[in-house]
């Protein structure tokens, strides 16, 4: 055998090693992409019943929210008409009823001073003190012996 038809042997083992390279990678490749169209065609039955079943929640949540919406207008409304209400009453009643109240107590200060003098109070260096205090015939001290 020669040189040429040595290296003519080399060059087509060469190839022959490639090609068979080549069809394995080949091979695989139809593999991997087989499983990635499985992949895909799962995916796609899996997302469109997901997708209506969101599409549905979002149509749910959309009327949800319209139904709030008229609740808060309706509480709204309600709390207008509460606090008209109550500066009504408060306009109504509210006048006399402090009148009534000052009477009460004009009342109450007149029957009380009927009954007992108003003790007096003295002033010590810019304090008052009561008259029937202890501390005031003391000094500003509490008498020993009593509690």
């Known amino acids: 055998m020669s040189g040429g038809e040595v290296a003519g042997i080399l060059v087509a083992v060469f190839w022959a090693i490639l090609v068979s390279f080549i069809a394995l990678v080949l091979v695989r490749l139809a593999q991997t992409l087989r499983a990635a169209t499985r992949l ?11 997708l209506a079943d969101a599409s549905a929640t979002v149509r749910s949540a959309n009327t949800q929210l319209a139904r709030v919406d008229s609740i808060t207008a309706d509480v709204q409304e309600v709390t207008a008409n509460a606090s008209a209400l109550s500066s009504t009453v ?10 009534v ?8 200060r007149a029957m009380g001073r009927k009954a007992e003098p108003e003790p007096r109070s003295t002033v010590f260096v810019g304090r008052a003190v009561d008259k029937k205090l202890p501390s005031a015939r003391f000094g500003g001290r509490r008498p020993r012996g009593k509690g």
């Open 40 to 50: 895909v065609a799962d995916i796609s039955e899996q997302a469109v019943p997901l």
């Open 101 to 108: 109240a000052a009477f009460g107590y004009g009342v109450r």
């Open 90 to 99: 408060s306009s109504a009643f509210g006048g006399p009823l402090v009148k």
